[in-house]
Nanobody, 115 residues
Framework: QVQFVESGGGLVQPGGSLRLSCAAS????????MAWYRQAPGNQRELVAS???????NYTDSVKGRFTISRDNAKKMVYLQMNSLKFEDTAVYYC?????????WGQGTQVTVSS
C-alpha cells in the first residue's frame, strides 16, 4: 500500500518561507514524476510544481522564481521550498506521484499565509 507523509506546512507571514516535505513509500520511486498541487477554498486543485525522473522541473507561472521543487530518490523524498510567500499561496498542498496509469496522492498539508 502506497503511503505519503507530508510535513512542513503551517502559518507564515507574507514574505516568509516554508519547506514542504513528502516521503513516498512507492516502489521504484525514481521512475515517478513527483509533483505538488494545491487547493484553496472554493478553487480547483492546481499543479504548483513537478519534477520528472530525470530532474526536469515545471512550475505554474504564479510561483516561478519563488518556489523550488527537488527530489531525493535514495530517500524517496520530494520537497517544495517556498520563498516570498504571498496571501494567495494559502491552500492545502498535496504531494502526488505519477507513473503511467499509477497516480497516488497524499493527504495534504495546510499552508496559511497571514499577517
Amino acid at each position: 500500500q502506497v503511503q505519503f507523509v507530508e510535513s512542513g506546512g503551517g502559518l507564515v507571514q507574507p514574505g516568509g518561507s516554508l519547506r514542504l516535505s513528502c516521503a513516498a513509500s512507492v516502489t521504484l520511486f525514481r521512475l515517478y514524476t513527483m509533483a505538488w498541487y494545491r487547493q484553496a477554498p472554493g478553487n480547483q486543485r492546481e499543479l504548483v510544481a513537478s519534477i520528472r525522473p530525470g530532474g526536469i522541473t515545471n512550475y505554474t507561472d504564479s510561483v516561478k522564481g519563488r518556489f523550488t521543487i527537488s527530489r531525493d530518490n535514495a530517500k524517496k523524498m520530494v520537497y517544495l521550498q517556498m520563498n516570498s510567500l504571498k496571501f494567495e499561496d494559502t491552500a492545502v498542498y498535496y504531494c502526488n506521484a505519477r507513473s503511467g496509469r499509477l497516480d497516488y496522492w497524499g493527504q495534504g498539508t495546510q499552508v496559511t499565509v497571514s499577517s
